[in-house]
């Protein structure tokens, strides 16, 4: 009867400390994504502004930008080009880590090989850390670790940046051939974020058109 007792007791330790973990785990998994929404939701503001705010600049004040750079900030095309539809390349954002407030800095350039659309899959992977640790940013409300079916019918919606008219690369389906650089440009981020937030950012993105690879592309950015 005594080891039955100590048996169980037993149990219901390895229960309540499993449980602890797991909402913990939880908590960690909902801040990683109330803090991500709220950044993203952010930056959408800020980025769909007056095209007048927007100003490019040359390669010396993108130079001076850098300075003090921790390097955290990556863009990793995770596929080899020569498979993609699309193949991004040279994006850069600084100051590294970002700033906010202060003033954003970045460019980029993509290929278009040939014309996609509808359907657009994509297959998002976010990450937040917190702690030192990546946390996966569960899919809640369509936003996350989420996998879209067809993102044009969200990009339909959708106003494009100031920055992408002026040079004339289209961020609604269906996508043509071409080949785009974006000079880098400056945008100063007045505003405050409603919480401070601190920490790395990641997303990895799988696209495919009707099952052919569009890109793969993973960016990690840092926040002061």
């Excluded at 690369?169 to 937030?197: H, R, S, Y």
């Amino acid at each position: 009867m005594r080891c039955l007792f100590l048996s169980a007791v037993c149990l219901a330790l390895v229960v309540s400390v499993f449980s602890k973990d797991v909402r913990v785990l939880s908590e960690h998994k909902l801040r990683a994504y109330d803090e991500t929404r709220m950044l993203f939701d952010f930056f959408e503001s800020q980025v769909l502004v007056d095209p007048n705010s927007v100003r490019f600049v040359d390669e010396e004040t993108v130079y001076r930008s850098q300075q003090g750079s921790s390097n955290t900030f990556s863009f990793t095309n995770c596929e080899d080009p020569k498979k993609e539809i699309a193949v991004p390349r040279d994006v850069s954002i600084s100051p590294d880590p970002i700033r906010i407030p202060g003033t954003l800095t970045a460019s980029g350039g993509i290929l278009v090989k040939k014309p996609f659309g509808a359907p657009l899959k994509v297959a998002l992977k976010v990450y937040k850390q917190l702690f030192g640790v990546w946390v996966e940013v569960p899919c809640i409300d369509g936003f996350g670790s989420c996998t879209y079916d067809d993102m044009c019918t969200k990009l339909a919606h959708v106003q494009c940046p100031p920055v992408f008219e002026k040079i004339g690369l289209p961020c609604k389906c269906p996508f043509k051939e071409g080949n785009w650089t974006v000079p880098p440009f400056q945008l100063d981020i007045k505003a405050q974020l409603p919480v401070k937030v601190s920490g790395a950012v990641k997303v990895h993105a799988d696209v495919t058109y009707n099952g052919e690879l569009v890109t793969c592309s993973e960016i990690v950015f840092d926040l002061a």
